[in-house]
């Protein structure tokens, strides 16, 4: 799929996705899609939902916007993308937010801390938090993500 980060076997992050890429994503295996999109967003795709349940594949829509973006909202939306069957397909409008949550929740399973998620995008061919496609992010979001990750990793290292 064009654009799109394998960041393991069970997720999938890209930016706004079109008709042809729904069908492609079901020839690959795809179970699920998770929408970050906003209805109100320029370009928000409004079959979408529609398509992929036609097409066989499970679908969420989270509106996750950077500015509203906070703890009670990220978790909200692990958990849907928790409860989704795998593989998932996520994605937004640049692939910056679905990104973001994808390694937001594979520092959680993994216990990982905030240094080693964000090494862990870098391996991945995205400098996530640092710059993307030529705009720095905002000190407060990678304040937000470093915080959720070293808050909920931990936890989870503790459960095992």
């Known amino acids: ?9 069970s997720l999938t992050t890209t930016g706004q996705i079109s008709v042809k890429q729904l ?3 079901i020839q690959e295996g795809y179970k699920s899609v998770l929408n970050l999109r906003s209805p ?7 079959d979408e939902q529609k398509l992929a349940e036609k097409l066989g594949l499970y679908y969420a829509n989270v509106p996750v916007k950077l500015e ?8 909200q939306t692990l958990k849907t993308l928790e409860q989704l069957p795998k ?6 409008a640049a692939g910056m937010r679905s990104t973001g949550i994808a390694l937001l929740s594979i520092a959680i399973k993994e216990g990982l801390n905030a240094e080693q998620t ?6 991945l061919g995205f ?5 993307f496609n030529g705009f720095s992010v905002s000190p407060r979001l990678k304040q937000l993500f470093v915080n959720y990750v070293n808050k909920h990793a931990k ?3 503790l459960a095992r």
Request: proline residues 2%.
């Open 87 to 92: 593989p998932v397909l996520i994605h937004c």
């Open 155 to 157: 936890v989870a290292v």
């Open 68 to 75: 509203a973006l906070n703890e009670e909202l990220i978790t």
């Open 23 to 25: 069908e492609q994503a």
């Open 118 to 123: 964000l090494a862990k995008a870098k391996s």
């Open 127 to 131: 400098g996530f938090l640092e710059d």
């Open 1 to 9: 799929m064009n654009n799109a980060i394998l960041i393991n076997d």
């Open 40 to 46: 109100d967003e320029l370009g928000f795709f409004r």
